[in-house]
Nanobody, 122 residues
């Protein structure tokens, strides 16, 4: 079994910063891509940023120039540094990971965290 646990969300004023973390644990053999998504009320879930296991990253339009994704492979953890936050960044932020585990050695399974709330006040 694999679990992803996000942390670091909260309430921040516009222009402020937050750093989200997502740690994967369990019977992990390897992790390929890791990513952050977000979902605001009444909207579809959207990609914020993704990073491969060798560090290549890509960003959704809303995150470019303000957010930075990074990962620590030794800790099975992905981070999202969010700067210059805007009220429209308010959403629940989810991480996901493509994982090979001891129960699924030959295929990749996508796991999701439970989400962390980010609220940006104007």
């Amino acid at each position: 079994q694999v679990q992803l646990v996000e942390s670091g969300g909260g309430l921040v004023q516009a222009g402020g910063s937050l750093r989200l973390s997502c740690a994967a644990s369990g019977s992990i053999l390897s992790i390929n891509n890791m990513a952050w998504y977000r979902q605001a009320p009444g909207k579809q879930r959207e990609l914020v940023a993704a990073i491969s296991n060798d560090g290549n990253s890509n960003y959704g339009e809303s995150a470019k120039g303000r957010f930075t994704i990074s990962r620590d492979n030794a800790k099975n953890t992905v981070y999202l540094q969010m700067n210059s936050l805007k009220p429209e960044d308010t959403a629940v932020y989810y991480c996901n990971a493509h994982v090979r585990s001891s129960s699924s050695r030959f295929s990749w399974t996508i796991y999701w965290g439970q989400g962390t709330q980010v609220t940006v006040s104007s």
